[in-house]
C-alpha cells in the first residue's frame, strides 16, 4: 500500500492560488489512478480531481473546472493540485488518495486504496 502526505496547503485571499503536493513513498503513483478529495465542516469528503494510472486522462468536480489543475512528477514520485481563482467555498482540508474509483456517479477509495492525513486550505473573502 502506498503511503501518502499532502502539504501546501494555507490561508489566501479569494482570488489567489495555491499548489498541494501528496508525496507517496512505498510504490510508485504511476500504478494507480491518484486523486484529490475535501472535506469542508460539517459536510461530507467530496471529489475533487483524478488523474489515470496512464497520466493522460482527467476528471475534474463541475465546482473546480477551469480553476484547478491535476498533475503528477513520476520522478520525485508526488502528485499535486494546482488551484487558481479560489473562493471561500473551497475552504475544506483537502485529502490525496489512490485509487479513487467511480462508482455510477459517484468516486469513491478503491480496493487497495489509501489516503493521506490532509492538509487546510482556507480561501477568505
Known amino acids: 500500500q502506498v503511503q501518502l502526505v499532502e502539504s501546501g496547503g494555507g490561508l489566501v485571499q479569494a482570488g489567489g492560488s495555491l499548489r498541494l503536493s501528496c508525496a507517496a513513498s512505498?510504490?510508485?503513483?504511476?500504478?494507480?489512478?491518484m486523486g484529490w478529495f475535501r472535506q469542508a465542516p460539517g459536510k461530507e469528503r467530496e471529489f475533487v480531481s483524478a488523474?489515470?494510472?496512464?497520466?493522460?486522462?482527467?476528471y475534474y468536480a463541475d465546482s473546480v473546472k477551469g480553476r484547478f489543475t491535476i498533475s503528477r512528477d513520476n520522478v520525485k514520485n508526488t502528485l499535486y493540485l494546482q488551484m487558481n481563482s479560489l473562493k471561500p467555498e473551497d475552504t475544506a482540508v483537502y485529502y490525496c488518495?489512490?485509487?479513487?474509483?467511480?462508482?455510477?456517479?459517484?468516486?469513491?477509495?478503491?480496493?487497495?486504496?489509501?489516503w493521506g492525513q490532509g492538509t487546510q486550505v482556507t480561501v477568505s473573502s
Open positions: 488518495a489512490a485509487n479513487p474509483t467511480l462508482r455510477r456517479t459517484t468516486w469513491i477509495l478503491g480496493p487497495g486504496g489509501s
Open positions: 512505498g510504490r510508485a503513483i504511476s500504478s494507480y489512478t
Open positions: 488523474l489515470t494510472s496512464s497520466g493522460v486522462n482527467t
